[in-house]
């Protein structure tokens, strides 16, 4: 079964500090990997999409790696601002006809000044 | 310029009552998606459009359903919403499938409360 996991659940960190998130997936045979980034009330948005072939992709302070062979990717996020707070989702597509993706349940990040 | 939107934000029923959300997009776009999305859960696929192709996801309750009488329009229906129905209904369009890497731009969301 695909499995998108992520972590931590919840996240709380200090204004100008940096963190990482975590997202482990099974799915197969893997096609891409998003990252979206939801407040509070609000529709995601895309940050990266990265393929088979990209292991970094970078969106300002947002940065995506992927390691295909571990099946791990991370957002790193550099000097965090208050409204880098809300939820951050990890997305896994399928490379199949119907390209079906598996969501994570998301980090909820906290940033407090 | 919005470029998914969804109408309205806020959509409150009674139970049993049917409902219709709306979703229009200016991307022409040709895959549009509907997802359910509860209290600190991942949005959850309903289904999608491949242009006219309809594309129900297998636990999709039947109570739900789907019109795009257009490109750039696409509803839905919950015919008879129960208590459980109660979540944030998002609209999403991509140029191609998932499998694709297509970027996937979501509409802000209709917050449906049932009474």
């Known amino acids: 079964k695909n499995q998108v996991e992520q972590s931590p659940q919840s996240l709380i960190i200090l204004e100008g500090k940096n963190c990482t998130l975590q997202c482990n997936y099974t799915v197969s045979p893997f096609s891409n990997l998003r990252w979206y980034k939801q407040d509070t009330g609000r529709g995601p948005v895309s940050l990266t999409i990265m393929t088979f072939s990209e292991n970094t992709k970078s969106n300002g302070r947002y940065t995506a790696t992927l390691d295909a062979d571990t099946k791990q990717s991370s957002l790193h996020i550099t000097a965090s601002q208050l409204s880098d707070s809300a939820s951050y989702i990890c997305v896994v597509s399928a490379n199949t006809n119907a390209g079906k993706s598996t969501f994570g349940d998301g980090t909820t990040l906290t940033v407090k000044p | 310029d919005a470029m998914v939107i969804q109408n309205p934000r806020y959509q409150v029923t009674q139970f049993g009552k049917p409902v219709t959300l709306s979703c229009s997009q200016t991307l022409n776009h040709n895959v549009m998606y509907w997802y359910q999305q509860k209290s600190s859960q991942a949005p959850k696929l309903l289904f999608h459009y491949y242009d006219k192709d309809f594309n129900n996801e297998a636990d999709t309750p039947d109570n739900f359903q789907s019109r795009r009488p257009n490109t750039s329009f696409c509803f839905l229906d919950i015919r008879s919403p129960g208590l459980g129905d109660a979540a944030m209904y998002l609209c999403?369009?991509?140029?191609?499938?998932?499998?694709?890497?297509?970027?996937?731009?979501f509409g802000p969301g209709t917050r449906l409360t049932v009474l």
């Open positions: 999403a369009t991509s140029r191609g499938l998932a499998g694709g890497a297509y970027e996937q731009f």
